[in-house]
């Protein structure tokens, strides 16, 4: 059966272009449609590496969150007594210090806080409790 446009050209007294027919992609749909992959392929890598990024620093915030905890755990099971100003060198570049400030009405309030750079900028967790005497 014949193409309706083949049809039409044979009435015509036309000869059909055999050679004309589409068998291939052209070089440029073929560069159009590499461009497009690797932008495709470029926002791909971008969106990865914002996880990646995000990851990181969920990761050392939930580290510092934990030291901070940890910390205010120890000084309430020392005591009120016991209990002084103090900083410590965590891993992976955390910083953290802590604040006992002087009893008032049987109550010593305590701050801790733990400190990391992150891309240019400072970041920190803050805590704090209060410690009963």
Known sequence: MQCPQHR??????????????????????????????????????GASAMALRASSAALRERQAATGARTRLALLQAAGCAAAADGEMQLGSGLVQRWRVDGAV????????????????????VLL???LLC
């Open 105 to 124: 009405n049987g109550v010593r309030m305590v701050e801790v806080r733990t400190g990391w750079d992150d891309v240019g900028r400072r970041r920190m």
């Open 8 to 45: 039409l050209q044979t009435e015509r007294g036309e000869r059909p272009h055999p050679g004309r027919a589409r068998k291939a992609f052209t070089v440029v749909e073929v560069l159009v449609a590499l461009i497009i992959v690797t932008v495709g392929l470029l926002g791909v890598a």
């Open 128 to 130: 704090r409790s209060a």
